[in-house]
């Protein structure tokens, strides 16, 4: 999770904690059919390890839909990096940019509802896009490296949530998704395209698998 999003779960994360000894007991099952969903496990490892898990989920903002047991639900996790390096000599200056953006859709059904608990599964689509690009300039031409990275996948989930009050939660989820990718790696010459070339390209399936590592605290509505 880049240093952005970490700001924003600490931030939030925070505000959500301060009234949480005043709410009231739940004593009813929730009817509140929307939930608002932000990741805080960046916020978490930092506060007790200092650490990023590499099998958190990367949604940064999730949403769920409840309607009766039928669960509807998406998510959305954006990064953005941006950083220019000067040297001595040829290459005067080198740029850095890496974007991703993670999404996902799924639908399923909640197998246990209880007031305090909650249990469902079901089956997500998800994809990602994520390029990376290293731009050496040296005052003759500007030449890229550009490295795309493209998959789209699913599998079945897995998702616990822990009702503090009717209108807030925490939640954990594991999921498994078989994923169909392929990477590009092309040079790019702006003053003479035609020495324009694709390095590499591949392309395959994985598996990946998200454990039961990340907590979203939730807003419902």
Not at 27 to 37: E, N, Q, R, S
Not at 69 to 86: I, S, W
Request: include cysteine; charged fraction near 20%; proline fraction near 5%.
């Amino acid at each position: 999770m880049s240093r952005i999003n970490r700001m924003i779960s600490t931030v939030l994360a925070l505000i959500t904690c301060l009234p949480l000894g005043a709410q009231q007991p739940v004593t009813d099952a929730p009817v509140l059919k929307h939930a608002l969903g932000l990741n805080a496990t960046g916020l978490l490892h930092n506060l007790f390890d200092g650490t990023e898990r590499e099998d958190a989920l990367p949604y940064l903002l999730t949403y769920d839909l409840a309607l009766g047991k039928l669960l509807l639900r998406a998510g959305v996790g954006p990064e953005y990096a941006t950083e220019t390096v000067v040297h001595e000599g040829f290459a005067d200056s080198q740029k850095r940019t890496d974007l991703r953006l993670d999404g996902r859709i799924g639908a399923g059904i909640h197998v246990l509802q209880h007031p305090r608990w909650q249990v469902a599964t079901g089956v997500d689509i998800a994809g990602y896009y994520h390029l990376e690009e290293i731009t050496d300039d040296s005052g003759f031409d500007k030449i890229t490296q550009e490295m795309e990275d493209q998959g789209i996948g699913g599998g079945p989930f897995l998702q616990l949530t822990w009702h503090v009050s009717p209108r807030i939660s925490l939640r954990t989820e594991s999921a498994f998704y078989a994923t169909r990718y392929k990477t590009t790696h092309t040079e790019i010459f702006e003053n003479f395209p035609d020495f324009n070339n694709q390095l590499s390209k591949t392309t395959g399936t994985r598996l990946d698998i998200y454990l039961p590592a990340s907590m979203f605290v939730q807003f419902h509505f």
